[in-house]
């Protein structure tokens, strides 16, 4: 089918992946193992992300869950926050492909499982400035692998799913969006970004 846009992830691929630095510094502020912390942390995060429970109630549930006593209020809703915008950097070289795509006329969205705290930064230093549809999960109630939240992104784009590629560093997100029969790119990095997209004549 013909490629009329395209639907973007963000944290791996707009920017930079806060999980591995996120965890190891939650882990050493409540005094907990990773590999326990990011298994209750997965528990509690679709709420977060649906915009169901705030910062705060997450980290209290978390807390509650490993059975510890938990800091002050103030350190658990910095928590989520701690260096954000360093790790999560916006990647100069994918939004140069961006840019691109945008010059030569595709539809651009994004989709993200995301909190109202990153949502909030990611605003304010304009991320989204090339997209013309914006979809984040804490705004819209809808999260991957919903199927409900592809069907959004094409309907706001006014384009079909199966002109539309899904580009996610995620193999779930992207097992998910084949299963809405998305075309879709694994992310690894820009210039193999750039590499596909050569390949299916879009550059």
């Known amino acids: 089918?013909?490629?009329?846009?395209?639907?973007?992830?963000?944290?791996?691929?707009?920017?930079?992946?806060?999980?591995?630095?996120?965890?190891?510094?939650?882990?050493?502020?409540?005094?907990?193992?990773?590999?326990?912390?990011?298994?209750?942390?997965?528990?509690?995060?679709?709420?977060?992300?649906?915009?169901?429970?705030?910062?705060?109630?997450?980290?209290?549930?978390?807390?509650?869950?490993?059975?510890?006593?938990?800091?002050?209020?103030?350190?658990?809703?910095?928590?989520?926050?701690?260096?954000?915008?360093?790790?999560?950097?916006?990647?100069?070289d994918t939004m140069a492909v961006i840019k691109k795509l945008k010059r030569l006329g595709y539809s651009l969205a994004v989709v993200s499982n995301t909190q109202n705290a990153h949502a909030k930064i990611n605003r304010k230093r304009k991320l989204y400035k090339y997209f013309d549809v914006t979809l984040l999960s804490c705004e819209v109630g809808l999260r991957k692998p919903e199927k409900a939240i592809f069907n959004l992104a094409a309907k706001k784009l006014g384009i079909p799913l199966k002109n539309l590629i899904f580009i996610d560093d995620e193999l779930r997100w992207i097992k998910a969006a084949k299963l809405c029969k998305l075309s879709t790119i694994h992310f690894r990095s820009a210039n193999q970004l750039k590499s596909e997209l050569k390949k299916l004549r879009v550059l």
């Open 1 to 92: 089918p013909e490629i009329k846009g395209f639907i973007f992830d963000v944290g791996g691929v707009l920017t930079g992946n806060i999980g591995q630095p996120f965890l190891e510094h939650a882990s050493e502020v409540l005094k907990v193992g990773m590999s326990k912390l990011k298994k209750v942390v997965n528990t509690e995060e679709s709420n977060l992300e649906l915009g169901k429970i705030t910062a705060l109630q997450f980290w209290h549930n978390v807390c509650k869950k490993l059975k510890i006593v938990h800091p002050s209020n103030q350190i658990l809703s910095e928590l989520w926050l701690y260096k954000y915008s360093r790790n999560a950097a916006v990647k100069v």
